[in-house]
Antibody
């Protein structure tokens, strides 16, 4: 079964750090670019970051650039998001998502999400 | 990286057709054929319904179709069914970040 499982979401204080993980199974992980997408409670989807199949290229939304770092370990079929200098507005459900094809910016497989709450 | 603009809500009766618009700029929707559409039911992860403007992934009903004209993409749902009631989001590649940008989201109500 093709599956993505996120973990690592917790309650963290403003200014704190956190690392999210996403474990992939059921497909050839290193064939695909991967993304992080977030959704604040009751709000819409917001794209966060993209990493190429080999980790050689990374891209970020302006709202997280300089604070978040995306990475992957293809030997472990895992995707990561290192989140630093967290703000209240980073509170959201964080999804990892697999890119459908070759650089088509469509996401065909999503995890169930992991909740990050930034609060004192 | 402003969000793409969608109507907040669209409604229709069972069997009818509805269309959801998604308006961007020449840096995203208008400049590339990388527009996708997602359906999200409450408490669930989004589901890919359309990719590359008008293509349906395997398993998605042919009642869903996509198109694009200029800076505006559209999703049409024909033969509206109760199970289509959900939130819908468009997404596009954007040259401003070389990543993606989502639409503001549209709540579809089946009357």
């Amino acid at each position: 079964e093709v599956q993505l499982v996120e973990s690592g979401g917790v309650v963290v204080q403003p200014g704190g750090s956190l690392r999210l993980s996403c474990a992939a199974s059921g497909f050839t992980f290193d064939d695909y670019a991967m993304h992080w997408v977030r959704q604040a409670p009751g709000k819409g989807l917001e794209w966060v970051s993209l990493i190429s199949w080999d980790g050689g290229s990374t891209y970020y939304a302006d709202s997280v650039k300089g604070r978040f770092t995306i990475s992957r370990d293809n030997s472990k079929n895992s995707l990561y998001l290192q989140m630093n200098s967290l703000r209240a507005e980073d509170t959201a459900l964080y999804y990892c998502a697999k890119e459908y094809g070759d650089d088509d910016n469509a996401f065909d497989i999503w995890g169930q999400g992991t909740m990050v709450t930034v609060s004192s | 990286q402003s969000a793409l603009t969608q109507p907040a809500s669209v409604s229709g009766s069972p069997g009818q057709s509805i269309t959801i618009s998604c308006t961007g700029t020449s840096s995203d929707v208008g400049g590339y054929n990388y527009v996708s559409w997602y359906q999200q039911h409450p408490g669930k992860a989004p589901k890919l319904m359309i990719y590359e403007v008008s293509n349906r992934p395997s398993g998605v009903s042919n009642r869903f179709s996509g198109s694009k004209s200029g800076n505006t993409a559209s999703l049409t749902i024909s033969g509206l069914q109760a199970e289509d009631e959900a939130d819908y989001y468009c997404s596009s590649y954007t040259s401003s970040s070389s990543g993606s940008v989502f639409g503001t989201g549209t709540k579809v109500t089946v009357l």
